[in-house]
Nanobody
Framework: QVQLVESGGGLVQAGESLILSCTTS????????VGWFRQDPGKEREIVAA????????YYTDSVKGRFTISRDNAKNTVYLQMNDLKPEDTAVYYC?????????????????WGQGTRVTVSS
């Protein structure tokens, strides 16, 4: 069975950095695009960043451009989300997911496997 596990979340102060990782098993990792999503209580799940199967193209939502970087190491079956200059507005549970295809996917409907999430809390 396919499994994705996120790690790296925690409590940080505004302006600090975190790096999240997502490691998958049970699938050919390089064949699928990966997305990072986040969701806060009472809000809809939103796309944060996405990357193609090969890692040659990326996408970021406007609110994180210039601060977050998505990358992947297919040899390790792992995707990363480097988060710099964190803000209280970034507080959420962050999820990684693999898509049906190797291209950029911006909507949750295009992802079939999801991790359990890792919580990021940014204090002021």
């Amino acid at each position: 069975q396919v499994q994705l596990v996120e790690s790296g979340g925690g409590l940080v102060q505004a302006g600090e950095s975190l790096i999240l990782s997502c490691t998958t098993s049970g699938q050919t990792f390089s064949a699928y695009g990966v997305g990072w999503f986040r969701q806060d209580p009472g809000k809809e799940r939103e796309i944060v960043a996405a990357i193609t199967g090969s890692g040659d193209m990326t996408y970021y939502t406007d609110s994180v451009k210039g601060r977050f970087t998505i990358s992947r190491d297919n040899a390790k079956n792992t995707v990363y989300l480097q988060m710099n200059d964190l803000k209280p507005e970034d507080t959420a549970v962050y999820y990684c997911a693999t898509a049906f295809h190797p291209l950029i996917s911006r909507t949750a409907l295009e992802y079939n496997y999801w991790g359990q999430g890792t919580r990021v809390t940014v204090s002021s």
